[in-house]
Nanobody, 118 residues
Framework: QVQLVESGGGLVQAGGSLRLSCAAS????????MGWFRQAPGKEREFVAD???DYADSVKGRFIISRDNAQNTVYLQMNSLKPEDTAVYYC????????????????WGKGTLVTVSS
């Protein structure tokens, strides 16, 4: 079992950058397929990226997912942010691929809020 805690959210102007972190405890991240999802107000949760190199079309070229095994942490570097990126961002861990299917993902963090002002 693994516990996930996100951090790094906040308020940023359009065009700015933020880096989100997802710290894991309980098991090594290498045991799972790790990724990020987001949920905007009034919308369903949607896939953002995973560590196998899959990205949502809406973030390709702007967001980069990475990991630090020594820190047992996954990062999401978000650049050229747009108001439509405003959402709660969730870290996820699963043994099932593709992560973007959002099926049977057993482990989720509680989320961190990103607000992009225009």
């Amino acid at each position: 079992q693994v516990q996930l805690v996100e951090s790094g959210g906040g308020l940023v102007q359009a065009g700015g950058s933020l880096r989100l972190s997802c710290a894991a405890s309980g098991r090594a991240l290498s045991a799972y397929i790790m990724g990020w999802f987001r949920q905007a107000p009034g919308k369903e949760r949607e896939f953002v990226a995973d560590l196998l190199g899959d990205y949502a079309d809406s973030v390709k070229g702007r967001f980069i997912i990475s990991r630090d095994n020594a820190q047992n942490t996954v990062y999401l570097q978000m650049n050229s942010l747009k108001p439509e990126d405003t959402a709660v961002y969730y870290c996820a861990a699963s043994n099932a691929y593709p992560l973007r299917s959002n099926r049977g993902i057993p482990y989720w963090g509680k989320g961190t809020l990103v607000t992009v002002s225009s």
